[in-house]
């Protein structure tokens, strides 16, 4: 989807430096707004109401402000909003039944400041990326001012971009070897809809290279990534159950799994 407007962000955070982060990244853009900054949970549930943000940046720790990004999720629901804002969480906290209780609150997403890598950028462009399932998914009733639909040449561009975005996220990267086979993948099970097992054949085709050559260079990169990307990294963003007794998932696995992730979004 192309959007008319910029992305309304509300950033819930009591770090300053933070706070000077997020201002300036979004200075330099003109795809995002921040309608409000504040370090109380309870001002934040008034913003949420007034502005009727498309995105909530949630810091859950609020120590220097009021109250808590958790006290914020469980009076969200309370303001019967036309629509669910996209909740994006930051934290230095991580713990299996934080991302619990997390997923309970339905939480889109969330970021340990700990992470490589981590920074105001990366946290602004990750709710744009999820912008479209405003649209596509449970959200309610979006303002139609919001959005506008592009062409489907834009959108293919698109797709292409987003699967990309996925790929880096787990360390195989442009230009890495088996990028570009499991990239096609994934662009053929979404565009053409090929749900089938011969979606690896057709990619071989079209590269005029032999399937069992395609194949164990899909599966090398995906071992790779499994190898050198942080485990904690790899459970964020790859959620599907392994087979049990295997170590890594299989190129056929990979590739449905992505397909599926990317098309509820896109």
């Known amino acids: ?34 309608v409000e900054i504040t370090a109380s949970s309870k001002d934040a549930l008034h913003y949420t109401k007034v502005h009727q943000p498309e995105c909530i940046i949630l810091d859950l720790m609020l120590d220097e402000g009021y109250g808590s990004g958790l006290d914020y999720l469980k009076n969200l629901e309370h ?3 036309p629509f669910r804002p996209i909740i994006i969480v930051i934290s230095f906290l991580q713990s299996f039944l934080l991302k619990t209780r997390l997923n309970e609150f339905k939480v889109d997403f969330a970021f340990c400041k700990k992470q490589p890598g981590y920074c105001a950028e990366l946290v602004i462009n990750t709710c744009l990326e999820f ?10 009733n979006i303002p139609p001012t919001f959005k506008s639909f592009i062409p489907p040449d834009e959108r293919n561009y698109s797709i292409s ?15 890495y070897k088996g990028y570009e086979y499991l990239h096609d993948a994934i662009y053929l099970l979404l565009y053409k809809n090929k749900n089938d097992a011969s979606v690896i054949k057709q990619v071989a085709k079209l590269a005029e290279r032999d399937y069992s050559t395609v194949l164990r260079t899909m ?16 459970a964020r ?22 397909a599926d992730k990317i098309a509820k979004i896109v």
């Open 1 to 34: 989807m192309k959007f008319d407007k910029p992305m309304k962000l509300l950033l819930v955070e009591d770090d300053t430096y933070e706070c000077e982060k997020f201002e300036e990244c979004v200075r330099n853009r003109s795809d995002v707004e921040l």
């Open 79 to 81: 303001l019967n909003l």
């Open 131 to 140: 912008r479209g399932a405003l649209y596509s998914t449970r959200r309610g």
């Open 161 to 175: 971009e987003k699967i990309g975005y996925e790929l880096n996220l787990i360390g195989i990267n442009v230009g």
């Open 219 to 234: 599966q090398s990169a995906i071992k790779d990534a499994w190898s050198n990307t942080p485990p904690e990294i790899l």
């Open 237 to 258: 963003n790859f959620r599907n159950r392994i087979v049990f007794g295997a170590k890594v998932p299989s190129p056929s696995d990979f590739v449905h799994y992505y």
